[in-house]
């Protein structure tokens, strides 16, 4: 690629290379096969397809939240472009509406070929807003090569390549690029030995196909699934970042020209069957103690049963995402691995969710429903834990998020079971046993912790019953 690295990078880290949003950058396609090598495609044309991707882990598990939110802020725009008219030797280019950053094209291995790319999006539009001067993340521009297969479909993969840049604003790169050759000048030449040196060009390196290997959690959620790995991957994957994983499942692209189209291929479509959020009761296997009925999410969880407690809990639009988590993987994430997967609201809700937060009530008082036997005893102490005649007071708590008449009558009925319709009034017992309305003002103006005793006495009109708190 025809532009130059970072002066500011260390000795056996990738280069790294900065773009001005929406300039043109000349990529020259090149055969670099060795004599004798695949003869199968000598005379032939070969598809490539560019990518801008994310270069960071975390980012490219959630690469379709991330692409989605940026087309629903930038609507009509892309994240990459070819430059036709500065292309030279590009055949059959085509775009898909639905992959906003790839492009394809064929080009013949024999013939001078160059794409000029454009990349429209800037490194800190995926980075959380904090206070300005936010560190934008890095991205890959990553090009896979295939060749035809006897069906005359190109999906016989034949090479990977990638290098890592950063997009600024315009003219943003050559100020960066400025800045970083300055601060190298300033420094000995003892600490210039530490770092490579700026070249004009950009070499994208090679890569091969590898199972990747990692912790468990991120090992669980692809281990079925192949990414590519740089030929020398013996270096730590924290230097060396590793190609997104080429495009595996058919996708239809537009074609902009007469010829018949390939087709394009898309990583982000996954074949896990998720059930549908209107889906019926938890218990859809038969077993009773089936995890989708309960509100805490179990480490024992199974794969589906951990789909069921996202969609319990409002999380369908990451059930994709985690579509092969178990509970115990899903437990493992800390709270700032899902605010990065999820984004800082949805992240911290499922953290909060996984740890069974619940909301701190603002209001909690004790209620017990007074046993007939001793209501003529009405001036006993609540608070003497039995009675002369051995009655047994037990109180239920009752917490309160709203401080309203109508929470309270609505936890009375849950705490009880009373239906709820058959409440007609609550009353407090006052000075002399006169029964005042229980009103929202009244609620709150109540103590923290205060105790009851309650009956209950039949409406005027015989319909429902009176609830008095003493």
Not at 128 to 147: L, S
Not at 202 to 216: G, K, N, Q, S
Not at 289 to 301: K, V
Request: glycine letters at 6%; charged letters at 25%; hydrophobic letters at 30%.
């Amino acid at each position: 690629m025809c532009a130059a690295t970072s002066p500011a990078v260390k000795l056996y880290d990738e280069t790294l290379t900065y773009l001005n949003q929406g300039q043109s950058y000349e990529i020259r396609m090149l055969d670099n096969r060795k004599a004798g090598d695949i003869p199968e495609i000598n005379g032939k044309l070969v598809k490539s397809i560019i990518r801008v991707v994310f270069h960071d882990r975390r980012l490219q598990y959630t690469e379709h939240q991330q692409l989605e939110g940026w087309k629903w802020n930038r609507p009509g725009d892309r994240l990459l472009d070819l430059d036709i008219p500065m292309s030279v030797g590009v055949i059959d280019i085509k775009t898909n509406p639905s992959q906003l950053n790839a492009v394809e094209f064929l080009w013949d291995p024999t013939k001078c070929t160059s794409a000029f790319i454009q990349v429209h999006c800037i490194s800190t539009e995926f980075t959380p807003r904090k206070h300005g001067g936010e560190k934008g993340v890095p991205f890959r521009i990553q090009v896979d090569t295939f060749k035809q297969t006897e069906n005359g479909e190109y999906t016989d993969h034949l090479h990977s390549a990638s290098c890592q840049i950063k997009v600024f604003k315009p003219k943003g790169a050559d100020r960066k690029q400025k800045t970083d050759r300055e601060k190298m000048e300033k420094r000995t030449a003892h600490e210039k030995e530490k770092y490579q040196p700026s070249y004009d060009t950009t070499v994208l390196t090679e890569m091969r196909l590898e199972p990747i290997i990692e912790d468990a959690v991120e090992h669980e959620q692809k281990k079925s699934s192949k990414r590519t790995l740089p030929a020398d991957y013996g270096d730590s994957l924290a230097k060396r970042g590793s190609c997104s994983p080429w495009p595996d499942t058919p996708t239809t692209f537009v074609n902009n020209s007469p010829t018949p189209a390939p087709t394009f291929t898309s990583a982000q479509h996954n074949t896990y069957s998720v059930p549908d959020s209107n889906s019926s009761s938890p218990n859809h296997q038969g077993d009773g103690t089936s995890q989708g009925s309960g509100d805490q999410l179990h480490p024992s969880a199974t794969i589906q049963e951990t789909q069921q407690w996202l969609l319990k809990h409002r999380f369908s639009t990451y059930t994709r995402l985690f579509s092969n988590f178990s509970g115990a993987d899903l437990l493992k994430l800390t709270r700032e691995d899902l605010v990065q997967i999820c984004g800082p609201a949805d992240g911290i809700r499922l953290y909060n969710a996984l740890k069974s937060r619940s909301v701190r009530p603002r209001l909690t008082i004790y209620v017990c429903q007074e046993p007939l036997r001793s209501i003529q005893l009405e001036r006993q102490d609540a608070g003497n834990g039995d009675s002369s005649n051995g009655a047994i007071y037990v109180y239920h708590a009752i917490y309160l998020e709203e401080m309203a008449a109508s929470e309270v009558t609505r936890k009375l009925a849950l705490a009880f079971n009373i239906p709820l319709h058959q409440i007609n009034q609550v009353y407090r017992q006052g000075p002399t046993g006169i029964h005042i309305l229980v009103s929202d003002q009244m609620v709150q103006n109540f103590q923290d912790e205060s105790c009851f005793l309650f009956t209950t006495i039949k409406a005027e009109n015989g319909e429902g019953f009176h609830i008095i708190l003493k």
